[in-house]
């Protein structure tokens, strides 16, 4: 079994099922219901993803495990999220810099792993690809309409940006898992891919009058394990039915 | 006073009277597909997954019928509800075998989507997808998708995100009413 692949595999599933559940904390609570209704689906298609990636690991890993194991049923320390998706919503400024934060890195990403020579990442990422660019055009639009839009709402976007800044270098910190994967050509090298992003934030943030904070420390340790108390908080959640009645169903 | 619904509708009380006779047995390929051009889609039940393009190919392989789908979105909840639908529908002919394959390459998109299809959507009340308006930039997408109840191109869009995720929410600023724009994927 090709460990590296198994956690990559891992990392990216993390990363979209922490997000997805992040994203649905706001249904029947968005601002507005087409809001609502917006981030649900958003969510919608992280967890749909999720589950994919899920699979293809129950596959790697070949213990019998099912993707409702490893979604349900694993600790805290062994989730490769990225920090930034299990970062709490805060507000809705706080949620739509986090999720232009990501999705300005998912396109790029996907794109990228779209043309992985591992046939079922390729297929997953093209799959994917095609939601992240309604997911990045959702996520500018309301980064420039607060950014651009009162003082309060420049305020709070311009907050949020700050307070999540801390969090985006972890994206393009390569663990030993991906550097075992780059330097076998399955998986694309961040540096093209952050060459990107930081295009795509610059722009957006220059429209939405947000200035970009300065790169001084940055976060990391989420891709291996290590994360904020929060993580802990959405387990809770998301695992309680499982853990307290295994194996219900509905 | 009770709303005339037949008034309102007319098109879909005539819909109901084209019946398909389904073949008592299967043998061929094309039997196959005739009978799960009777699976809809369980949130747009006008329409079937022929239609929709996520019946992708049914191949014959050693006597076992290999029926191969792809869905559409993938958090799409009505994906699990279409597999079921397939089975408890195939599972009524006797001795039938068959396997169901999902497939996510080449994905889906809404050029899959047969004009009757789309002619079928926008009787249902919501507005087929049009190529030609594919939203590319930030901010596109303001109007110009054909109210499905007036035909008035003066519309706009509320949200890229509707209640399902396929469609968009627009609104009719001729006819006042909010409608499902079935975005080009």
């Known amino acids: 079994m090709n460990q590296s692949l198994l956690n990559y595999v891992l990392s990216i599933a993390d990363s979209s099922l922490i997000l997805g559940q992040r994203l649905g904390e706001w249904c029947g609570h968005g601002p507005i219901l087409e809001q609502d209704i917006a981030m649900t689906n958003i969510s919608l298609d992280y967890v749909g993803r999720a589950r994919l990636l899920y699979q293809y690991a129950t596959e790697l890993e070949g213990l019998g495990r099912t993707e409702d194991d490893l979604a349900f049923l694993r600790e805290e320390m062994e989730f490769k999220n990225l920090l930034l998706t299990e970062h709490r919503n805060i507000d809705f400024g706080y949620t739509v810099a986090r999720q232009f934060l990501l999705d300005a890195y998912f396109v790029p990403f996907f794109e990228a792993l779209s043309k992985s020579i591992d046939q079922r990442l390729a297929h997953i990422a093209e799959k994917s690809l095609k939601e992240s660019h309604y997911h990045y055009r959702w996520s500018s639009e309301w980064m420039i309409r607060l950014g651009d839009g009162t003082e309060e709402s420049h305020n709070r976007i311009q907050n949020a940006v700050n307070g999540l800044w801390e969090f985006t270098g972890e994206m393009f910190i390569i663990t030993d898992y991906e550097q075992q994967l780059i330097d076998d050509h399955i998986i694309p090298n961040l540096e093209e891919i952050k060459s990107i992003w930081d295009q795509s934030i610059n722009s957006v943030f220059s429209e939405a009058t947000i200035s970009r904070p300065k790169d001084t420390w940055f976060q990391k340790g989420g891709k291996t394990g290590q994360h904020t108390e929060q993580l802990g908080f959405i387990l809770a959640d998301m695992q309680y039915l499982q853990r307290t009645y295994p194996g219900m169903e509905w | ?185």
Request: net charge positive.
């Open chain 2, 1 to 185: 006073m009770p709303i005339d619904y037949k008034k309102l509708f007319p098109q879909e009380t005539e819909e109901q009277n084209l019946k398909i006779v389904l073949p008592s047995k299967i043998s061929s390929i094309q039997d196959v597909e005739l009978i799960l051009s009777q699976v809809t889609d369980p949130e747009i039940p006008v329409i079937n997954i022929v239609e929709l393009g996520i019946l992708r190919r049914v191949k014959k392989v050693n006597d076992i019928f290999e029926i191969e789908i792809t869905p559409t979105y993938v958090g799409c909840p009505a994906m699990g509800l279409i597999e079921m639908n397939i089975k408890s529908i195939l599972d009524t002919y006797q001795g039938m075998k068959y396997k169901i394959i999902t497939k996510l390459s080449p994905p889906w998109t809404t050029a899959w989507l047969s004009e009757q299809g789309k002619l079928k959507l926008k009787k249902y009340g919501i507005a087929p997808p049009l190529e030609q308006k594919r939203i590319q930039k930030l901010f596109e997408g303001q109007g110009q998708i054909a109210c499905p109840r007036c035909n008035s191109v003066y519309t706009s869009l509320i949200s890229e995100f509707g209640s399902t995720a396929c469609k968009s929410m627009y609104k009719c600023n001729d006819c006042l009413e909010a409608f499902d724009y079935f975005k080009c994927h």
